[in-house]
């Protein structure tokens, strides 16, 4: 995991001495950083002395804190430009600091904060936001008081990197002190912009980053710190995790803790492809092709491209079957000429059902990995969706020869169950011995599940939100068994009726249904 790096990450950035010479303060090895300490579990203020020594209890990589500078150029610790209803640049630290915290403490100053964090902290590094000024000028002098008081109390090697919303701020840093590690937080400079300015990375808001995710590859190559705010939701933790950033800033280090172990990147996996869906419309055709028409196992549906069939809509794929007729707008024209008009007559006159199947073929194909698809199922007897993929020589030898994963399949009529299958020459099921196993599934249709495999040269294992359910080795014979050391592509699709789905009929007052995807993700081994 690339945080798991990062001690050895920031001491080869550094052009000559290390912090170790000067302390034997190391920087813990996960990614975790507490926003204002972490002060919420435990009900303490934030940016409080206690939400630091708590966050230095729970071994965080770092826990991150914010500077302002009184009237009287006191260096204080406090979040707001207002502390008590007074301006902290209008006013003294006497004034300001008759008020305390609601813990009893005393409002810190920046210096006894530092000293705090010194004492009994051998892992946690100090993430010093510098809060710009509004007076002209005042940036740089705060920068300077900052670095000043740092080297005077020798508080350096405490330091994991400066941030702000001022480039100017960081930039002074810079000069003030080479060693020092910047990132900038305003979300509005590329990491290009940022190597460029001797910036050392940067650290967004984590919708920015989902909107801008060439970005985190652009860092990653520009050899820049990632960081993101504030990852608090399970979603954007296992979501920063997956792009595994440097550091995860956050109100919630505790849920950050649990996730990392659960996380896909574990056992040397790197993220490789991903759709997070973090747009609207179309899907992305760079990632994504269709199919059309009628395509296999006596399905009802006809499947379009139509944005009433397959769309992407607040962050989320939505692949949705109707019961209707077809019309001529379901297509796009490239479809209607692909087409002879015999048959596409033929086909829209016998079609009552339309839905959409997605795929990934000519476009991305993945020999071993870990696959996750987190979506919410479909619900009504006659619904088939899927999760599954082919093999890339399937026009060549053909099915099941090439053969077939079915990472999740679903039918209405089992509403508690989902299945996970291989298809190969020797298992499938026109011989039915296909080889498959079906999981017991809680709201399949209220809530989110994570449909997984993790495939191997020597296995194939099927999960369901993380728990193994269907474990397949391989035997070691021949392609017939195991045509698995190749390339597959992915498919996604809503089915009605067929020879699964349809085995007890189909409910046409179920209709419109719906599968939504949260997020497709692929992981192979670094």
């Not at 297509?331 to 008009?341: I, T």
């Not at 839905?355 to 007897?381: C, E, F, H, M, N």
């Not at 089992?414 to 709201?443: L, M, Q, V």
Request: net charge neutral; glycine share 6%; aromatic share 12%.
């Amino acid at each position: 995991m690339r945080y798991l790096l990062i001690s050895t990450l920031l001491v080869a950035l550094i052009s000559c001495k290390t912090w170790s010479q000067k302390s034997n303060h190391t920087f813990a090895n996960n990614p975790v950083v507490a926003h204002r300490g972490a002060w919420k579990a435990k009900n303490l203020p934030q940016n409080s002395i206690a939400a630091l020594k708590q966050a230095i209890a729970l071994n965080c990589v770092g826990s991150e804190f914010d500077v302002r500078m009184t009237s009287d150029n006191v260096l204080i610790v406090t979040h707001d430009a207002d502390y008590n209803d007074l301006v902290v640049e209008e006013s003294t630290y006497a004034e300001l600091s008759q008020y305390k915290l609601f813990n009893g403490e005393i409002l810190p100053t920046l210096k006894d904060y530092l000293e705090a964090g010194m004492q009994n902290n051998s892992n946690t590094g100090l993430v010093c936001e510098i809060k710009p000024s509004k007076i002209k000028g005042r940036n740089s002098l705060i920068a300077e008081s900052v670095v000043k008081l740092v080297k005077k109390i020798k508080a350096e090697a405490y330091i994991l990197t400066y941030i702000s919303f001022s480039y100017e701020t960081l930039i002074k840093i810079k000069e003030l002190d080479a060693n020092a590690k910047t990132q900038y937080l305003d979300g509005s400079k590329s990491p290009e912009q940022l190597k460029k300015a001797n910036i050392s990375g940067l650290d967004y808001l984590v919708y920015k980053l989902k909107k801008k995710p060439e970005w985190i590859k652009s860092a990653k190559k520009n050899s820049l710190l990632l960081n993101a705010w504030v990852g608090n939701t399970v979603e954007d933790i296992d979501w920063l995790l997956a792009n595994e950033f440097d550091f995860i800033t956050t109100d919630e280090p505790e849920l950050v803790f649990k996730k990392i172990p659960e996380s896909s990147i574990t056992d040397n996996y790197e993220l490789v492809w991903s759709d997070e869906f973090n747009y609207k419309g179309k899907l992305d055709s760079i990632k994504w092709a269709y199919d059309y028409g009628f395509i296999s196992n006596k399905e009802k549906q006809y499947f379009t491209d139509s944005l009433k069939n397959v769309r992407v809509v607040n962050g989320h794929l939505i692949i949705e079957a109707h019961k209707e007729k077809i019309a001529n707008k379901d297509f796009n024209n490239d479809v209607l000429k692909s087409k002879s008009w015999l048959n596409y007559i033929t086909e829209i006159d016998t079609a009552q059902y339309t839905s959409a199947r997605i795929k990934t073929a000519g476009l991305a194909s993945w020999k071993y990995g870990r696959i996750d698809v987190k979506a919410k199922l479909p619900k009504g007897r006659g619904l088939w969706p899927a999760i599954w993929m082919l093999g890339e020589n399937r026009k060549e030898v053909g099915w099941p020869e090439s053969g077939e994963i079915d990472i999740m399949e679903h039918v209405g009529f089992s509403p508690d169950s989902i299945f996970g299958t291989i298809h190969t020459k020797a298992y499938n099921h026109i011989k039915r011995t296909e080889k498959g196993k079906k999981a017991y599934i809680e709201k399949p249709y209220d809530n989110f599940h994570v449909f997984s495999i993790e495939w191997t040269p020597e296995k194939m294992d099927f999960l369901l939100d993380g728990v193994v359910y269907n474990h397949i080795k391989n035997e070691h014979k021949t392609t017939d068994e195991w045509p698995f050391d190749q390339k597959f592509h992915l498919i996604l699709n809503v089915s009605v009726g067929g020879m699964l789905g349809g085995q007890k009929g189909i409910d046409n007052t179920v209709f419109p249904q719906q599968m939504m995807v949260d997020y497709v993700r692929v992981f192979q081994k670094k």
